[in-house]
Nanobody, 124 residues
Framework: QVQVAESGGGLVQAGGSLRLSCTPI????????MGWFRQAPGKEREGVAL????????YYADSVAGRFTISRDNSKNTLYLQMNSLKPEDTAMYYC?????????????????WGQGTQVTVSS
């Protein structure tokens, strides 16, 4: 059974940084394109950062480009999201998701597996 667990969320002041991690169990990360999504209260879930299987190609939403960095260490079976210069509007639940066949998909429900999320709260 596959389990996806996100960690690293928390409360941070505006301008601060956090690093999220995602370590799937029962799933070899190297076989999946990965993505980080987020959902704020009252808003639709959005894809913020996506990464290809070997990590050579990435995508960022305009709202986070230049501030967030997605990376993966397939040897550790772990996905990361480094978030710098955080803003109050980055406050959301952040989810890690795995797609077996398609890289660059921004539709969360099309991913094969995802976790329960980790909360990020940025205070002003």
């Amino acid at each position: 059974q596959v389990q996806v667990a996100e960690s690293g969320g928390g409360l941070v002041q505006a301008g601060g940084s956090l690093r999220l991690s995602c370590t799937p169990i029962g799933l070899r990360l190297v076989n999946y394109a990965m993505g980080w999504f987020r959902q704020a209260p009252g808003k639709e879930r959005e894809g913020v950062a996506l990464i290809k299987w070997s990590g050579e190609i990435t995508y960022y939403a305009d709202s986070v480009a230049g501030r967030f960095t997605i990376s993966r260490d397939n040897s550790k079976n772990t996905l990361y999201l480094q978030m710098n210069s955080l803003k109050p509007e980055d406050t959301a639940m952040y989810y890690c998701a795995a797609h077996r066949k398609i890289w660059g998909c921004t539709v969360f429900e099309m991913y094969n597996y995802w976790g329960q999320g980790t909360q990020v709260t940025v205070s002003s």
